[in-house]
């Protein structure tokens, strides 16, 4: 592993937005100060609607109120990108990286997501791409998995959203990415069953290791390491 960076991956489960966030803030300043090494957040959000830094506000079609009703919740948030929405069934990854460490910038950190999401989805057997102009991962006109990062003195956060099992119907209240007349897809929709949100995460964490030349350890793994465990 000579020459690989580091990476410590979270898998968080089903948690709520607001807790992710300040997972997200906490782990950055850790990640900073040289505390931590890199880290991999995967998680899934109960239903919930974010809108980016340049989001547009009538870009979410309904009212809070009636999102309420649905039983989502509309954060406003600092990433990059427009509005979209998580729900369990969607693998979150908030990757926290000192991007430094690469000596590239934001650009090719957005192309390397891409790149990771693309593999993982063809070893799903899917053919995904890209779409000029259009952060994201695309299979022909419908958008599969979005792309919204903030990079903050070099440190990465937010990150991605790859449709698995998800409910898609939530898509309807807003207009995704700010895109309108866009299509918004699902690994279940393509393949035509669901797929185990462990395996697609175990998938994630190999082809994005790839990538970024990362070594990565599970939390679980590192935390039996320090006890003197197996």
């Known amino acids: 592993m000579?020459?690989?960076?580091?990476?410590?991956?979270l898998r968080r489960g089903l948690t709520d937005y607001g807790e992710a966030w300040e997972l997200q803030r906490q782990t950055a300043v850790a990640v900073a100060e040289g505390r931590s090494p890199h880290v991999l957040i995967l998680l899934q959000h109960p239903p919930t609607y974010t809108l980016g830094?340049?989001?547009?506000?009538?870009?979410?079609?309904?009212?809070?109120e009636a999102l309420g009703r649905l039983g989502a919740r509309v954060y406003r948030v600092d990433r990059g990108g427009d509005v979209t929405f998580h729900g369990p069934g969607q693998i979150v990854g908030y990757p926290i990286f000192r991007l430094g460490a690469w000596g590239q910038g934001p650009l090719w950190y957005v192309r390397q997501l891409e790149a990771a999401l693309i593999d993982v989805l063809a070893t799903l057997g899917i053919t995904?791409?890209?779409?000029e102009g259009r952060p994201g991962v695309w299979v022909g006109a419908a958008k599969v998995a979005a792309i919204g990062v903030r990079v903050s003195r070099g440190i990465t956060t937010h990150?991605?959203?790859l449709n698995?099992?998800?409910?898609?119907?939530?898509?309807a209240h807003i207009v995704p990415c700010g895109l309108a007349g866009v299509a918004v897809t699902s690994v279940?929709?393509?393949l035509g069953r669901p797929v185990p949100v462990r395996e697609v995460e175990d998938l994630l964490i190999v082809r994005l290791g790839r990538v970024f030349g990362l070594e990565t350890v599970e939390a679980k793994e590192e935390a039996s390491a320090a006890a003197g465990g197996p």
Do not use: M, Q, T
Request: aromatic fraction near 8%; hydrophobic fraction near 40%; charged fraction near 30%.
């Open 2 to 9: 000579s020459g690989r960076k580091r990476c410590l991956i």
């Open 53 to 64: 830094v340049r989001g547009r506000s009538e870009h979410i079609l309904a009212s809070e």
């Open 128 to 131: 995904a791409g890209r779409v």
């Open 159 to 161: 990150g991605f959203a």
């Open 164 to 171: 698995v099992n998800l409910d898609l119907s939530y898509f």
């Open 188 to 190: 279940e929709r393509l």
